[in-house]
């Protein structure tokens, strides 16, 4: 059973600064595409960004140039970078990986940004 393992998140000030890190339990290239996703309350989810085997990434519009994902291959991990981080980023961000058709999630991590 695949397992994603997420850390980071926790509360920070707006205009602040966080990474999110998701660490699979085999390797991540075994999976199409990688990313992460968010609900805050009364919402509903979101895609954040993603990023494919290719290293095609993509982003949801309203963290482009704020946000950058990418993979750490010594750590097997894929890392959401997020700055200047706003109110409105406040949610639990969820890990996903896809292998074909099968979908995998994580436990997800609260983000929570102080204005």
């Known amino acids: 059973q695949v397992q994603l393992t997420e850390s980071g998140g926790g509360l920070v000030q707006a205009g602040g600064s966080l990474r999110l890190s998701c660490a699979p339990s085999?390797?991540?290239?075994?999976?199409?595409?990688m990313g992460w996703y968010r609900q805050a309350p009364g919402r509903e989810r979101e895609l954040v960004a993603r990023?494919?085997?290719?290293?095609?990434?993509n982003y949801a519009d309203s963290v482009k140039g704020r946000f950058t994902i990418s993979r750490d291959n010594a750590q097997n991990s894929v890392n959401l970078y997020m700055d200047n981080l706003k109110a409105e980023d406040t949610a639990v961000y969820c890990c996903r990986a896809t292998i074909r058709s099968t979908i995998y999630w994580g436990q997800g991590t609260q983000v929570t940004v102080s204005s």
């Open positions: 085999e390797n991540m290239y075994n999976f199409n595409d």
């Open positions: 990023i494919n085997v290719g290293g095609r990434t």
